[in-house]
């Protein structure tokens, strides 16, 4: 097999988990305000105390994985990005502190329940941001410190904000009972209409702007290939909102909602492949050379195997309902 085009999937399996597991505890954060009691509050923080930090970890491993094996992907998105980085990365650490301080704090918990907002909503934008200039386009290391910065990348930032929110409100009615349960449902389908709104907005901005995306789609028959994603993405839109109506389904509109960011995901590497910086380098200008590449498999055959292992572990051991906000399980 091409091992510059295994490694190009192996990142896509990162990024792929790390939005997903990661995006309900973010997505958590920014719910945060439609959640005002501090029993409500505890019960979502609960929720998730035995996996924030572990779904980090993808995270950490994509990072390696384009560090190692796409140098040079690397090196052009970091330096036209540094500034975007830097700030999420301030986000989490903010929102870290928060999650640890709260529950040991009294008189200050309102604060840290602010930091857990903030930190959880600015490391979001900025991950949508940093997607949304790698879409449209980035002139590696040829930008000033705000060029990131347009009106397309600014819409993916809340955008992905109002996904991870929709993620966050199926995983409570997962976890929950009552009226966190009733109220998450509530806010979900509200979130529901706004996602497939946005998806529509980004999708067709997307083919406005970049020509090579456009021809990938409606090149030949590619639209016809390419039509499922559209329509799945439309039918798991529609079942997730019925899913959440009334007495909501408890573990079905989990689901579906990751079923959303999978064809969504599928939909942007259909669009850019086999590009890792649009316009500029594909996946093979951007590899490693190969004996670094098959230096590197030893570790990810011993490494990503265990990572999987004890991640399924984990969701394993804590799954069902959060029944005490105290003791969590």
């Known amino acids: 097999m091409d091992l510059a085009l295994f490694y190009y999937l192996l990142l896509g399996f990162a990024v792929l988990m790390y939005v997903v597991l990661d995006g309900f505890d973010l997505g958590l954060g920014i719910l945060y305000p439609w959640f005002k009691s501090e029993g409500e509050r505890d019960h979502m923080m609960r929720s998730i105390s035995h996996v924030w930090d572990g779904n980090e970890t993808w995270l950490?491993?994509?990072?390696?994985?384009?560090?190692?094996?796409?140098?040079?992907?690397?090196?052009?998105?970091?330096?036209?990005?540094?500034t975007p980085i830097i700030i999420m990365l301030i986000g989490l650490i903010f929102r870290g502190v928060a999650f640890e301080y709260r529950f040991k704090s009294h008189r200050s918990k309102s604060l840290w329940d602010w930091a857990f907002f903030l930190g959880s909503a600015v490391a979001t934008f900025c991950q949508g941001t940093i997607l949304g200039a790698v879409v449209q386009g980035v002139e590696a290391g040829e930008q000033g410190a705000l060029d990131w910065l347009t009106p397309f990348s600014a819409f993916t930032g809340f955008a992905l904000m109002a996904a991870y929110a929709l993620l966050a409100c199926c995983y409570l009615v997962m976890k929950s009972r009552g009226?966190?349960?009733?109220?998450?449902?509530?806010?979900?389908r509200k979130l529901v209409v706004t996602v497939m709104v946005i998806l529509v907005i980004v999708s067709l901005w997307t083919l406005y702007t970049n020509t090579e995306v456009r021809a990938r789609w409606f090149d030949g028959i590619n639209f016809i290939l390419l039509l499922p994603l559209p329509l799945l993405s439309a039918l798991f839109g529609w079942l997730l909102f019925r899913d959440l109506d009334g007495e909501p389904h408890e573990t079905r509109p989990f689901w579906l909602a990751v079923g959303l960011f999978v064809l969504g995901f599928g939909g942007l590497v259909v669009g850019l492949f086999p590009y890792l910086i649009p316009h500029q380098l594909t996946l093979w200008q951007a590899s490693a050379p190969e004996s670094s590449l098959k230096f590197l498999?030893?570790?990810?055959?011993?490494?990503?195997p265990l990572i999987c292992a004890y991640t399924l572990w984990g969701y394993r051991i804590f799954s069902g309902k959060v029944e005490d906000f105290e003791e969590g399980y």
């Open 297 to 304: 498999l030893p570790g990810i055959f011993i490494f990503l």
């Open 179 to 188: 009226d966190i349960m009733a109220r998450a449902a509530h806010l979900g």
């Open 60 to 82: 950490v491993f994509g990072g390696v994985v384009l560090f190692a094996a796409f140098p040079a992907a690397y090196a052009g998105i970091l330096s036209t990005m540094y």
